[in-house]
């Protein structure tokens, strides 16, 4: 193999007379000079570029697996804030980048990515837009490695319980849907008295659906409201005739029903097999799904009166420029996955700006004390929170507010609740 | 005119090797005996004649047809069976069924079920077995299905790997009577046999293997009279 | 919980268990002939089932005709998977087999949510929701017809295999392959033509499934497990096992959610699973395996 390297290009040597030696010289102290110009004006460059270099955020979340949908309208998300903000000129003159990392939904892979991506990555802080089984593990981990976790998506109100210094939850939890169904259920219940109502509890059984079941359960026997019945069901389960026809046998007059698409859709077609027709508050994103007219006959949707707790819905005035552009680049209405990951991105910004504020270097600390200092006002964001204002004990966000939209004919959703936000009137029971 | 040749085989299972340059004949109408101890490789070679085998040397033909580059599911039709050690049934098909997919080979439904008819004339016993399941039948009975199955194609050439194993006296005899009344009508026969007398008493010449390879070869009558034979095979 | 839900959690199961039981004689079959355990079934089956979707939303066709149209689609399909993969591990080791069909699993399940995206997807039809009343018990419609169907072609295919010349030979093949051989049976061609015509039949579970159920990418893993554990319970490679055992596992699912208003309800089933095995460790009726 022929020798490579300096020796090739090495200048001749010079056996040039002494006059053009001198002349030699002259050129090689010019060179010199130009060479240091160079130097020079490429320092400003490279100061320049450094202006220029972007914000990489790492942003964890399902896209495959069991619970991709939320991860994949995550992402979608993403592209549309991540080209909001640069357009409109990024982070403190930088482009924000953020890299999607694939929790597949699974514990362990959040846990080990949070690892990877805090040792290895050193990232000044995490989005994570994952369930909450994943982000339970992420948070734990970034407690322990004094990362500061932003959460967007998960509700689990099992997380605030421990107590976290580095943990942020820009998502409501369970105790706030709970809070809000049960006062929606007291606004709707109109001239009769709450407690005078038969409801019944319908929950899928994961740590999501049971987590928020158990505390509406808690808030209405507090409050001495009957629960004519609690069932549960397995999201793996083909067969929801069976469970449906247990809800029907206690004779509610409403049923509050969290489920995921999957078994909401089964669940509603199994109601209407068994001529089921009670009043349905559903919470979470099964009940809120935009595609349910497609999946499921309108008519059975208007049938039980749906309404849905949810934390977000495209049509509020706040979300009006966010529904507009995620219309125009995929063709559909942003779900509550897509709309919450969209928020959070944008609360990520705020504190991004802050630390940046605070020193150009952007660590763990600084990230963390952007967080604890944050107050935005509920109107700037795209949801239904009052504000984001995030609790230095624990990390919950004490502005979140959930809001609740009714199915208009089957085919869509209407904010009914609460009425700072409402673009409707509540559905309310006979 | 050769019916059968095998040259030079050398066989076995991956590295080991069983049989060692063995090489017979057997001619069209005869009845040959293949003789020998357990474990001598009289199996083995029947395996790879019926191309269950591939020979590492050696070359086999039938009918002037090469068998080793045959797939083995084609020698049947090639006019070759085999009737193997144990007999192997289809237990949970009838007997019929197990007759029927012995005639395999043959052109259509109608071949088929005209081979069965001839088929319970030479085995009448069979007949009121026949929408049994063939697992359920003595030991006897299950050969004698095994040996109709194999006779339901036709063939030129049947071989018997120890049709007498496991089974009574009396049973055997029945068994040799119907074997001699095919060899009579002019069918072509390679038995492989431990019960030595009654194997000579069928066939025209026989081969003796031992620890895979030939060792004697001759009529029934010449290794009757052979020393080697009579003590180690006939207890004299 | 009253008599009456009891009865109505038996009778829903009985019906989506003559699915299963479908779903589960055609891999009995499989691993009957040629001694394969096809972890990436249900995902063959969840392949069907986005045909059926995609013939659904793109020509208005109803799930029970395009059946009709799948099945072909589903028998190249199998065509390729025997002769790219199945064909490799044939008298392989179970693990090897396993592994090969895990992963087939997996690339199916990919491709499905590379194609379609993790939207639940499903078709309607103008039986969505219909029902009728029999002694207090609500039947679906659509899960009548589908167990109706199922059970029609469970029998078909069961006098297919008893009655028909290549069925004997098929049979022939499942007992005795080395023997098989020696009759002059092409036990290659045998085991490709049963593993292309499992294949294809899927298209019946995946239309009938269709009509009343929704679709995910992750739908092909859980039909896998469950037709796994059916074979397994009735006995591997015993078509009767699989098809009782398709029906008991359909009742055993619906009673124990009806029953059980706790997280562990789906775990019951591969306790009841796990016990029948320890009680009959050679399945319901199988005669045990060399597996």
Not at chain 1, 235 to 250: F, T
Not at chain 1, 266 to 275: E, I, N, V, Y
Not at chain 2, 157 to 185: C, I, W
Request: with cysteine; aromatic share 6%.
């Amino acid at each position: 193999m022929p020798p490579l390297g300096l020796s090739q290009g090495a200048s001749p040597v010079n056996t040039d007379t002494n006059a053009k030696q001198n002349q030699g010289k002259t050129m090689r102290l010019r060179h010199c000079l130009y060479a240091g110009l160079a130097l020079a004006a490429s320092t400003l460059l490279v100061h320049e570029t450094q202006a220029q270099e972007a914000i990489r955020v790492p942003m964890m979340t399902p896209l495959t697996g069991s619970i991709a949908v939320l991860g994949q309208d995550s992402k979608k998300a993403a592209e549309v804030a991540q080209e909001t903000i640069n357009a409109a000129g990024g982070i403190g003159g930088r482009p924000l980048q953020l890299e999607i990392v694939d929790t597949q939904g699974r514990p362990e892979i959040a846990r080990r990515e949070m690892e990877r991506l805090t040792r290895e990555g050193r990232a000044p802080v995490v989005l994570a837009c994952d369930i909450s089984a994943g982000t339970s593990g992420a948070a734990q981990y970034a407690e322990s490695a004094q990362v500061p976790l932003l959460n967007g998506s998960a509700v689990s109100a099992d997380i605030l319980a421990r107590g976290y210094k580095w943990y942020f939850s820009h998502q409501m939890s369970s105790d706030d849907e709970a809070a809000t169904a049960f006062a929606y259920m007291k606004t709707a219940t109109g001239t009769k008295p709450l407690a005078d109502r038969r409801i019944a509890l319908l929950y899928e059984d994961s740590p999501r659906g049971a987590g928020t079941g158990e505390r509406l359960r808690k808030l209405m026997d507090a409050n001495g409201v009957k629960v004519v019945s609690e069932t549960t069901y397995n999201r793996a389960d083909r067969n929801l005739l069976p469970v449906m026809r247990k809800v029907q046998d206690s004779t509610p007059e409403l049923v509050v029903w969290i489920g995921y698409t999957e078994d909401v859709v089964a669940g509603m077609k199994a109601a209407r097999q068994l001529d089921f027709k009670p009043y349905v508050l559903g919470i979470g994103g099964g009940m809120g799904d935009p595609r349910l007219p497609e999946l499921v006959d309108p008519a059975i949707i208007e049938q039980l009166h749906v309404a849905n707790v949810d934390y977000f819905n495209p049509d509020i005035k706040r979300a009006a420029a966010f529904r507009e552009a995620y219309l125009k680049k995929f063709g559909a209405e942003p779900s509550s996955y897509a709309g919450t990951c969209y928020a959070a991105i944008f609360t990520l910004k705020a504190a991004l700006e802050s630390a940046l504020k605070a020193s150009p270097d952007l660590t763990t600390t600084s990230m963390r004390d952007a967080f604890r200092k944050l107050d935005i006002p509920g109107d700037q964001t795209v949801t239904s929170f009052r504000s984001i204002r995030f609790d230095p004990a624990n990390g919950r966000n004490l502005g979140a507010e959930d809001l609740v939209a009714a199915w208009v004919d089957g085919k869509r959703k209407v904010t009914v609740f609460p009425p700072s936000i409402a673009v409707g009137k509540p559905v309310m029971l006979p | 005119m050769t019916l059968l040749s095998v040259e030079g085989v050398r066989s076995g299972y991956g590295t080991l090797q069983v049989l060692s340059d063995v090489s017979l004949e057997v001619a069209a109408g005869e009845a040959v005996a293949i003789l020998g101890p357990n474990g001598a490789g009289k199996s083995t070679l029947l395996r790879t004649i019926s191309g269950l085998i591939a020979p590492t040397a050696g070359a086999i033909s039938f009918d002037g047809r090469d068998l080793v580059a045959m797939p083995a599911h084609r020698i049947p039709h090639a006019g070759l069976v085999q009737v193997p050690e144990a007999r192997h049934i289809f237990p949970s098909l009838t007997v019929r069924e197990n007759l029927l997919v012995g005639g395999t080979p043959l052109p259509g439904r109608a071949a088929r079920e005209a081979a069965l008819e001839d088929i319970w004339q030479i085995f009448p016993m069979l007949v009121t077995k026949r929408d049994a399941q063939a697992g359920t039948l003595s030991g006897g009975q299950q050969q004698m299905v095994a040996i109709g199955r194999a006779l339901m194609s036709k063939p030129r050439l049947v071989m018997l790997d120890e049709p007498s194993l496991g089974l009574a006296p009396m049973v055997v005899r029945e068994l040799y009577e119907v074997l001699r009344g095919l060899v009579r009508s002019g069918l072509t026969l390679l038995l492989v046999e431990q019960d030595v007398p009654v194997a000579l008493g069928l066939v025209s010449r026989a081969y003796v293997i031992e620890n895979g390879a030939i060792v004697l070869s001759g009529t029934a009558d010449e290794l009757r009279e052979s020393d080697h034979v009579r003590h180690a095979y006939l207890g004299i | 919980m009253s008599f009456a839900t009891l009865l109505q959690a038996v009778v829903s199961g009985l019906l989506l268990g003559g699915i299963y039981a479908l779903v589960a004689m055609s891999l009995a079959l499989v691993f009957g002939v040629m001694r394969v355990l096809n972890f990436a079934h249900g995902d063959l089956l969840m392949a069907g089932m986005y045909g059926i979707v995609v013939l659904n939303q793109a020509f208005g066709i109803n799930p029970y005709a395009a059946i009709v149209l799948v099945a072909p689609v589903l028998a190249l399909i199998g065509i390729a998977v025997y002769f790219v993969l199945i064909r490799r591990v044939l008298g392989a080791g179970p693990l090897m087999q396993a592994q090969v069909t895990l992963g087939l699993s997996f690339a199916i399940q990919s491709t499905a949510l590379l194609v379609f995206g993790a939207d639940l997807l499903n078709v309607r039809t103008s039986l969505d929701g219909a029902a009728f009343r029999v002694a207090g018990v609500v039947i679906g419609t659509p899960e009548l017809i589908g167990f109706l169907i199922s059970i029609v072609v469970c029998a078909a295919l069961t006098w297919f295999i008893l009655s028909t010349e290549f069925g004997r030979r098929l049979r022939a093949v499942a007992q005795d392959p080395t023997m098989a051989i020696l009759c002059g049976i092409p036990v290659r061609s045998v085991q490709m033509m049963v593993f292309v015509g499992c294949t294809a039949l899927l298209a019946v579970p995946a239309g009938c499934l269709m009509a009343f159920s929704q679709l995910t990418p992750t739908a092909g893993i859980q039909y896998s497990l469950l037709s796994l554990m059916v074979v397994v319970l009735g006995g591997l490679g015993d078509l009767r096992g699989a098809f009782v055992g398709g029906l008991l596992i359909g009742i055993v699912e619906a009673v124990t959610s009806a029953l059980f208003n706790n997280p562990a309800a789906p775990g019951i089933i591969y306790l009841v699973f796990g016990l029948a095995l320890l009680a009959r460790p050679r399945g319901l009726f199988g005669r045990g395996s060399e597996a």
